[in-house]
């Protein structure tokens, strides 16, 4: 049986890899380089050759193939761990992280950079561009963090018992 990670996976690499398909051909957004949706929220062209938060920019070929290693050695650790979870809870993350990573991946191939487009911002303020990829690597991880800190792998609180 497929594991609930592999399937969510594959509908987060879908869903990234279409909207990135809208952002680049259909709204053109690399011409246009930004376009204001809300006061807090426009679609801004941003060619992210970074891992997270443009963190360690590729500035050479070797550099972006590294990452591409690199990132690709990470997806098999998760993938192989979703593939012997049996935690909902914890396959969820995992099944984020895994398509998150696969999405951005291809793009690093294709492209030589990651499409971001997600801006959030409030005034002067400015969140970092991202993409549905990111997002989901973000909460995945995140899940993955708190079922570490409550110790539990399945999502559900420790049952108090009397001694």
Known sequence: MIPLAYWL?????VVDQLSKYAIIHLLRLPEAESIALLPVFSL?????RGVSMGMLTAGSEIERWLLVAVTGLIAVVVAFWAWRSRALVENIALGLVFGGALGNILDRVRLGYVVDFVHLH???WSFYVFNVADAAITTGVVILLLLALTGRSDGKPERLTDA
Do not use: D, M, S
């Not at 996976?9 to 690499?13: D, E, L, R």
């Not at 801004?44 to 992210?48: A, K, Q």
């Open 122 to 124: 409030l005034g002067r």
């Open 9 to 13: 996976a594959a509908i987060i690499f």
């Open 44 to 48: 801004t062209w941003v060619e992210n």
